[in-house]
Each structure stands twice: as structure tokens, then as C-alpha cells.
């Protein structure tokens, strides 16, 4: 059974970080894509970082440059560091996998999703 548990949010002020972290167990790191997602109330889920299993990384526009997402297969996790968060970055972020090898935005190409972890930003 695939369980992928998220930690790391919290709050902060603009312009700080955060590191999330997502734990998977039942599942393989690094061999099938991954990704992270965030929802904000009222709002649809939307993409913000993919990795496949061939490496592959990319990011939705309003991150690039500001996220980076990475991985340790040692530890079997699964991370996203966020830089000069802002605000609008104010989410319910969520971890997701799958079987498939290439990276995927779409919430549609994941099968398996964690809980989530809250991020808040204020000004």
C-alpha cells in the first residue's frame, strides 16, 4: 500500500523559505515520476514541480526560479525548497506519485496522493 506523508509547511513572512518534505513508504522513489501540488481555498489544484523517473524536472511558471524540487532515494523522500515565497503561494501543498516514468503538472496523471501539509505566507 502506498502512503506518501508531507511535513514542513508552516508560516512565514514574505521573502522567507521553506523546505517540504514527503515520506513515501510502499512505493520507490526515483523510478517513476512524482510531484508537487497545491490548492488554495476556492481555487483548483494546480502543479507546481514534476520529476520523472528518467530525472526529468519541471515547474509551473510561477515558481521557476523560486522552487526546486529534489529527491533522495537513500531516504525515500521526496522535497520541494521554496525560496522568495510570496503571499499567492499561500496553499494546501500535496505530494503525489505514480507508476509512470515521464514528469507529469497534471493531477490527472497521479494515482497516489498524500494529505497535505499547509503553507502560509504573509506580508
Known amino acids: 500500500q502506498v502512503q506518501l506523508v508531507e511535513s514542513g509547511g508552516g508560516s512565514v513572512q514574505a521573502g522567507g523559505s521553506l523546505r517540504l518534505s514527503c515520506a513515501a513508504s510502499?512505493?520507490?522513489?526515483?523510478?517513476?515520476?512524482m510531484a508537487w501540488f497545491r490548492q488554495a481555498p476556492g481555487k483548483e489544484r494546480e502543479g507546481v514541480a514534476g520529476?520523472?523517473?528518467?530525472?526529468?524536472?519541471r515547474y509551473a511558471e510561477f515558481v521557476k526560479g523560486r522552487f526546486t524540487i529534489s529527491q533522495n532515494e537513500a531516504k525515500n523522500i521526496l522535497y520541494l525548497e521554496m525560496n522568495s515565497l510570496e503571499p499567492e503561494d499561500t496553499a494546501m501543498y500535496f505530494c503525489?506519485?505514480?507508476?509512470?516514468?515521464?514528469?507529469?503538472?497534471?493531477?490527472?496523471?497521479?494515482?497516489?496522493w498524500g494529505q497535505g501539509t499547509q503553507v502560509t505566507v504573509s506580508s
Open positions: 520529476i520523472g523517473g528518467n530525472g526529468v524536472k
Open positions: 503525489a506519485a505514480d507508476s509512470g516514468l515521464l514528469s507529469s503538472l497534471y493531477s490527472t496523471a497521479y494515482g497516489y
Open positions: 510502499g512505493y520507490t522513489i526515483g523510478r517513476s515520476r
